[in-house]
């Protein structure tokens, strides 16, 4: 079978750019920080995985999410000090970035960034006949006042139908508080006439990740559960445990 030429082409940038992901392992994803103290202290690792150097460089972003969770980015301050700003790291090898809150020390409420470890294009030969893609990998800070503690209220359950046709129920939740919440650290129980069922904090982080609710905000989950066909109306109570 021969492939049509533009096929070929997607291919050919599919294979480069799966090559270019596994040339760059980057960790951890998520770091907790707090204004002040040693916690306003982190530390970003990026390890080479490639068989060249690998060039990148260090680039903050604030970051707000919407109800569905969609960050929207917007330009940093100097809030961060990060050294080093840029690296090369050789192939095989581990670069440790250092991260230092410089911003204000009794924050109001709690922040989130995006820091971007992003890959710095190389300057290729003048007769070099090759395509370069370069990407970034995004890791989520999170930096808490010195004062406050987390809470999670429910203000709204319904019920959302799948591609496939399958009935789950949403949940709605809203943090009163000035200190970010993680919606994991949470157990959600659901109950509609003789039907109920209940999700841990494991399955929380499973399906959700960080489940980041910024303070004053809400975040709408849809919870991985399959209702059966007589449930219409869910009822939903969220137990909330914030880690110390």
Known sequence: MVLPRTMLIVLFFCQLIAHAADAMTVTPTQIEMTSTGRSSRGAIAVVNDGAGAL???????????????????????????????QALIPPGATQNFRIQWLGEPLLEKSETFLVYVNQIPVKLPKQARSVQVVFGMGVMV??????????LEVVKTSVVTDANGRRHPTLTVFNPTNVHALFPQSTVQMSSGDWSASLSSGELAQT??????????????????????????????????PKP
């Open 208 to 241: 959700f990740g960080i489940g980041l609710v910024q303070p004053g905000h809400r975040r709408q989950f849809v919870l991985p559960v399959t209702l059966p066909p007589n449930v219409t109306l869910v009822r939903s109570s969220l137990e909330y445990r």
């Open 55 to 85: 060039a990148v460089e260090l680039v903050v972003k604030k970051a707000t999410l919407d109800e569905a969770g969609v960050p929207k980015a917007s330009p940093a301050g100097d809030e961060f000090l990060i050294m080093p700003p």
């Open 142 to 151: 999170n930096v808490a006042p010195p004062r406050g503690t987390p809470a």
